[in-house]
């Protein structure tokens, strides 16, 4: 069996990943807040992650593994939101969490096995609330259930030494209910319009921290095999994770291994609105730039360095992936080559991976190189924007002329010539329409077959 291994954050070391149990791999990844659409920063963990399903599927079978990534639909930024829009919650968590799908998926991101919605798994968070409590862990303070970061001797072991500064950075709440400034909310009160469910404590809602404690315990139970998020979350929400869910299972370890991705930035500035380099996944899709280039970007930057989304990295994908989608397109995929999946299992190696495809590429091994892109997730049969609507194709200059040619004879009452064109175009599969002011387009069909274009 291929040997995986991945740089643990809970060890500082990369380790050979062996799961609890053979069949019942489990992977838990923290998901998006959904109050608004993904940024190209959100969907790298996307990307990451499910590269790392992808083998462990490779590895473990499909069967034996379980991805659970979970949506945070209560939040305050989400309350704020309803707020200011004058929209209902769910509305906006309702659409949010569809674009979500989609953005991803044209990404060629499988759906995890299991999305739980932490609206659905309030009782969980209820009820580990009250086992904290008792546990002697948790206290209640002006309607707040607040976690005792001094009740919990490992507080801070996966952010280790590095505590302080990311205290600092993370702008921890001072607030009179609570005994240690690090103490964080379990649950808090709902007051007016902000959304709230019965509890021993009043009416309220729950902290985001114990929403995936609670998520996690539901699915996995108390060990469990794979943590993952953006190295963002380190502090304070898995290191919160880690305590709650420790405190409340004694003995137990939760998550095996944590992996996490480092951020990107653009063009080598961090994304903001404020520098006017910030974008959606929808805004690049919209833009022309085919979810599968995306893919290959993210995946061209190991996930443990910081990633620089540029321009230039996005027309040398495209001019790659026009190169291989044309090699590969008669091809029937052999068995994954085996430098492809050590790569992969060498921490999610991504950038060896592809390097290893232009190898193949090189050597004329399409068989290879269709299996190595479709274990990447590359070359989705749903993809054809790789079909000559590339300006720098060549059918696409030559139906360019015949359209002009098309044109010009139409003008000039050669109707027979006008005719003409427009079979030999449709026998290559392009359907030729006119529009309102007479000019002809070309609709690429299913048929299009670029050889039969003269
Ligand atoms: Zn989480």
Known sequence: MTKIRLHNSRTRRKEEFRPLEKKNVRMYVCGPTVYDRAHLGNARPVVVFDILFRLLREVFGADYVTYARNFTDIDDKINARSVATGRTISSITEETITWYLEDMRALSALNPNLMPRATLYVLQMIEMSKDLIEKGHAYVEQGHVLFDVNSCPDYGVLSGRALEDMIAGARVEIAPYKRNPLDFVLWKPSIDETPGWDSPWGFGRPGWHIECSAMVQEHFGENFDIHGGGNDLIFPHHENEIAQSKCANPGSTFAQFWIHNEMLQVEGKKMSKSLGNFFTVRDLLNDGTPGEVVRFVLLSTHYGKPMDWTQKKAREAT??????????????????????????????????????????????????????????????????????????SEAKVKIEALLVSRNKAKVDGNFLKADLIRTQLKDAGVEVVDDAGGLSRAIFTDAFDPGKIK
Do not use: Y
């Open 319 to 392: 001019l790659t992936l026009l190169k291989w989608h044309k090699m590969v397109k008669n091809a029937s995929p052999a068995l994954l080559d085996d430098e492809i999946l050590q790569c992969v299992a060498n921490d999610l190696n991504t950038p060896g991976a592809l390097a290893r495809m232009h190898e193949l590429a090189k050597a004329g091994s399409v068989d290879l190189l269709l299996r190595a892109g479709q274990f990447l997730g590359l070359f989705s049969p749903n993809e054809h924007w790789w079909l000559p609507e590339e300006p720098d």
